[in-house]
């Protein structure tokens, strides 16, 4: 990274950190992205909406039962590669690493118990076997997840994104070509083979990831005298309780959708569901890779007692993640049916769906890193109370959409409730660190989503369906859109009306 994380200069830092995320992050969107497309493919609508229940249902364990380890690692990891000794820093590993796979093992053995009781509970009858086989990879998980907060925390979100997000999804492709499926056989013998390869392509990012970690904590820059720089051990678990109970309603906001509408809607229904929801949070990707560079600069920035640098940092994180982000809420609004048929013709039937989820993305777009920063500048109260109104929304309003309406009723109550969260969370973040919302210039983001909005809708009207007019649309979309915000910060520098 070209700044060097502990001086001064946060805009020279942010903006280093974040082109090398965004660069390994963007490759591996899109291979996550093709990774869902052979999934639909193989699976088809039904049992693409039984394995997304599954998954999600592990990935919510996952994060539950990590009681805030990796986030542990992202606050403090970088305070102890600066200034740490080398027991301290020893310790900490050992404690990160250790718990991760201690606490993982324990969940696996619940799921193993009792496999074929949660497939039950979660609307998969007869699946146990499904359940059984992603919970016993949970251990890896949980080290693959505590790892990631290890290399973000030492200031290494570059290489944390190029193992996670880059070569995780690469080598679950591969699996899934390599490994046999049985086209005409047993539904879950197919669903477990993907279920297999999904775990499998955990394993070297974690052994990577692992000797990455090990090298930064351990390794060269290591000092030998005996300095202790965190605090003390009740605020570090405090700190842990509070994230993790932030990082618990979270999960089960983001997936728990899933979960709820499989208890309304047909195995199908859902899949459509579930199809939507993963491409309506590809909008967020800017959001989540500035954060990954940022969250560590915050949470130094409020240790230093820097608050005019931690402001300015925070309001040029929203400014760059809404001024990028929203081409992409366009896109997909505008290529709903041509995005989802990707994964197979029968998925272009939740287009409606997508473009109410992505609706509801453009206010995450718009309010930035708001709940990183809150997170690691002591503001952990701050979100679990807007994640727990918007989890009790949620709970509420997918439940009776769901019942009532369907699937577009479904993804209006997901909307509403992850609105309300990213807004209640914007409040805190200005009571804390400013700045107001917005923190960029209204035309600098009204103009070109317009401009861009009718050079796509033109497109459009002038072809076909098809990967063509995705990449002819898509490409003139963006280009409109970044020429306009172009023109307005030249005018801006030369101070033109």
Excluded at 28 to 56: E, K, N, Q, T
Aim: glycine fraction near 12%; charged fraction near 15%; hydrophobic fraction near 55%.
């Amino acid at each position: 990274m070209a700044s060097d994380p502990t001086s001064r200069d946060s805009i020279g830092y942010l903006r280093a950190g974040s082109r090398a995320v965004v660069t390994a992050r963007g490759l591996g969107r899109g291979l996550r992205f093709l990774l869902h497309v052979v999934v639909g493919r193989i699976l088809g609508p039904a049992d693409f909406g039984i394995y997304m229940v599954a998954l999600s249902a592990l990935i919510i364990a996952q994060k539950l039962i990590l009681l805030g380890l990796d986030r542990v690692g992202i606050r403090y990891g970088g305070i102890l590669i600066s200034h740490a000794g080398h027991r301290e820093r020893a310790r900490f590993l050992m404690v990160i690493v250790g718990g991760a796979l201690v606490i993982g093992a324990a969940g696996a053995g619940i799921i193993a118990v009792g496999a074929s009781t949660w497939a039950r509970a979660l609307a998969i009858p007869g699946s146990g076997e499904l359940v059984l086989t992603l919970g016993l990879g949970l251990p890896l998980l949980t080290l693959f997840l505590a790892l990631s907060g290890l290399l973000r925390g030492s200031h290494r979100p570059g290489t944390e994104a190029v193992w996670a997000e880059f070569v995780t999804p690469g080598l679950n492709i591969l699996l899934l070509f390599a490994l046999p499926f049985a086209p005409g056989v047993d539904t879950w013998t197919n669903l477990q083979v993907v279920a297999v390869a999904f775990l499998a392509s955990h394993v070297l990012p974690t052994i990577g990831m692992g000797l990455r970690a090990a090298s930064d904590y351990l390794g060269e820059r290591a000092r030998d005298v005996a300095t202790r720089v965190l605090p003390p051990a009740s605020e570090v678990r405090t700190f842990a309780i509070g994230v993790w109970t932030v990082g618990a309603v979270t999960v089960l906001l983001a997936r728990v959708d899933r979960l709820l509408v499989a208890q309304f809607l047909s195995p199908e229904a859902v899949g459509l569901y579930a199809a939507a929801a993963v491409l309506a949070q590809q909008n967020a990707f800017f959001v989540q890779s500035i954060a990954a560079v940022a969250a560590p600069r915050f949470a130094l920035l409020e240790r230093q007692g820097d608050d005019e640098a931690l402001t300015e940092a925070a309001g040029r994180v929203e400014e760059w993640t809404a001024i990028i982000s929203m081409p992409v809420v366009l896109v997909t609004i505008l290529l709903a049916p041509d995005l989802l048929g990707l994964l197979g013709p029968e998925f272009r039937a939740g287009a409606m769906v997508l473009v109410i989820l992505t609706l509801s993305q453009a206010v995450n777009v718009l309010t930035g890193a708001s709940g990183a920063v809150l997170n690691m500048t002591g503001g952990e109260r701050d979100n679990v109370l807007a994640s727990g109104i918007g989890l009790i929304a949620m709970l509420a309003m997918v439940s009776l959409g769901a019942a009532r309406y369907g699937l577009p009723g479904a993804a209006f109550g997901s909307g509403v409730a992850w609105a309300t969260v990213w807004v209640t969370q914007r409040r805190a973040m200005t009571r804390r660190t400013g700045p107001s919302f917005p923190a960029f210039g209204i035309p600098s983001l009204a103009i070109p989503t317009v401009a861009g909005t009718v050079a796509g809708v033109a497109c459009i009207w002038t072809m076909d369906p098809g990967i063509p007019r995705i990449v002819v649309t898509g490409a003139l979309t963006l280009a409109v859109y970044a020429s306009v915000v172009a023109l307005l910060r030249g005018r801006t520098r030369t101070g033109e009306p």
